[in-house]
């Protein structure tokens, strides 16, 4: 357990890529920042679950990799030397007597701030797993829910089960790199935005819906095997394969923070115009936020975060001016 007695101006929670950009702002706008992050790394889901997929939806930014998006956001937000805490999940707050906050971690630390900004995501993020008996055998052997490598699946026979966003990209990604890729889902329409859904459709994937796995055949924890099951009738096929990416989407959890006492809506935190909870001084950004027309990307996180820090400044500060700030320059940053 550490007491870390030394005050900050504002504590970011959340290290993905809003928290990383917040803590740049935050020191552009000289206020002393920490960021504490959950994972054991920086980068939140886009590092853990999508570091070779391409992100495309950021202006001035044709396509980048999630890995190499991570790398650029985290070397920014270091430019002003943020404290950074990893491994910690912020379980509880308590407003002190002067009116800082004193946050606890679950491994019982403690960190004392003037102001919140949560960045937290949708919380804490885990898999919809496979419910099969047996399955457990197979996970982060021939089993994946999420794709750390591309290259790994090089000349291997793939099964893809879902039908969002990331099994068609998964899909279409694996189509030039895998021997031979099949995607099942159990509905007959698929979730996914649709100009990848007819991308896959018009491509050399092997798509079959309705059906769902109902069996793995393997040794040793490689899969050889999958038999599906469509789900509208009783019909089984059995089809041969090496790998099995699951993408069933995700159960999620706010963890401690959803009993902190701010108004919710749907899991979500409702803020005002300014990023503001229910409760002064702490202020949510991000996915976890909540106000009309919400605008769910990291473009509408990265507007989010500088919002949330100018009106963190000023509630530490209300009698002082708070005046435009731009990084645009003719000096670099640091030296770069």
């Given at each position: 357990?550490?007491?870390?007695?030394?005050?900050?101006?504002?504590?970011?929670?959340?290290?993905?890529?809003?928290?990383?950009?917040?803590?740049?702002?935050?020191?552009?706008?000289?206020?002393k920042?920490k960021?504490?992050?959950?994972?054991?790394?920086?980068?939140?889901?886009?590092?853990?679950?999508?570091p070779?997929?391409?992100?495309?939806d950021?202006?001035?930014?044709?396509?980048?990799?999630?890995?190499?998006?991570?790398?650029?956001?985290?070397?920014?937000?270091?430019?002003?030397?943020?404290?950074?805490?990893?491994?910690?999940?912020?379980?509880?707050?308590?407003?002190?007597?002067?009116?800082?906050?004193?946050?606890?971690?679950?491994?019982?630390?403690?960190?004392?701030t003037?102001?919140?900004?949560?960045?937290?995501?949708?919380?804490?993020?885990?898999?919809?797993?496979?419910?099969?008996?047996?399955?457990?055998?197979?996970?982060?052997?021939?089993?994946?829910?999420?794709?750390?490598?591309?290259?790994?699946y090089?000349?291997?026979?793939?099964?893809?089960s879902g039908?969002?966003?990331?099994?068609?990209?998964?899909?279409?990604?694996?189509?030039d790199?895998?021997?031979?890729?099949?995607?099942?889902?159990?509905?007959?329409?698929?979730?996914?935005?649709?100009?990848?859904?007819?991308?896959?459709?018009?491509?050399t994937?092997?798509?079959?819906?309705?059906?769902?796995?109902?069996?793995?055949?393997?040794?040793?924890?490689?899969?050889?095997?999958?038999v599906?099951?469509?789900?509208?009738?009783?019909?089984?096929?059995?089809?041969?394969?090496?790998?099995?990416?699951?993408?069933?989407?995700?159960?999620?959890?706010?963890?401690?923070?959803?009993?902190?006492?701010?108004?919710?809506?749907?899991?979500?935190?409702?803020?005002?115009?300014?990023?503001?909870?229910?409760?002064?001084?702490?202020?949510?950004?991000?996915?976890?936020?909540?106000?009309?027309?919400?605008?769910?990307?990291?473009?509408?996180?990265?507007?989010?975060?500088?919002?949330?820090?100018?009106?963190?400044?000023?509630?530490?500060?209300?009698?002082?001016?708070?005046?435009?700030?731009?990084?645009?320059?003719?000096?670099?940053?640091?030296?770069?």
């Amino acid at each position: 357990m550490q007491e870390q007695t030394e005050l900050f101006d504002v504590t970011i929670i959340g290290g993905g890529p809003v928290g990383l950009f917040t803590a740049f702002y935050s020191g552009m706008r000289e206020m002393k920042t920490k960021i504490i992050e959950f994972l054991p790394y920086l980068g939140g889901k886009v590092q853990y679950f999508y570091p070779e997929k391409i992100i495309r939806d950021i202006g001035g930014i044709p396509q980048i990799s999630g890995e190499k998006f991570t790398q650029d956001l985290i070397e920014q937000a270091m430019t002003f030397e943020p404290s950074i805490v990893l491994g910690e999940q912020v379980t509880e707050t308590e407003r002190l007597e002067d009116g800082t906050f004193c946050l606890t971690s679950s491994n019982g630390s403690k960190h004392y701030t003037k102001t919140i900004i949560l960045a937290t995501g949708f919380g804490i993020l885990k898999s919809v797993k496979l419910d099969l008996p047996g399955a457990d055998e197979y996970e982060e052997k021939s089993l994946h829910y999420s794709i750390k490598r591309i290259s790994g699946y090089k000349g291997k026979h793939v099964l893809i089960s879902g039908g969002g966003n990331s099994a068609v990209d998964w899909a279409n990604q694996l189509e030039d790199i895998a021997e031979k890729v099949t995607l099942i889902y159990r509905k007959p329409v698929f979730t996914g935005i649709e100009s990848n859904v007819t991308k896959m459709m018009n491509s050399t994937i092997n798509v079959l819906n309705p059906y769902e796995i109902d069996e793995i055949k393997g040794i040793n924890g490689q899969v050889k095997s999958v038999v599906i099951k469509q789900t509208d009738k009783e019909n089984r096929k059995e089809i041969m394969t090496d790998n099995i990416i699951v993408n069933h989407g995700f159960q999620i959890t706010l963890g401690p923070i959803a009993e902190w006492g701010m108004e919710m809506k749907d899991g979500t935190i409702l803020v005002d115009d300014s990023m503001a909870t229910s409760i002064p001084g702490i202020f949510a950004i991000g996915d976890i936020s909540n106000y009309p027309s919400k605008l769910n990307l990291i473009a509408g996180g990265f507007n989010e975060g500088p919002i949330a820090v100018n009106q963190a400044k000023r509630y530490i500060a209300p009698k002082q001016p708070l005046t435009h700030l731009y990084s645009t320059n003719y000096e670099a940053f640091n030296g770069q």
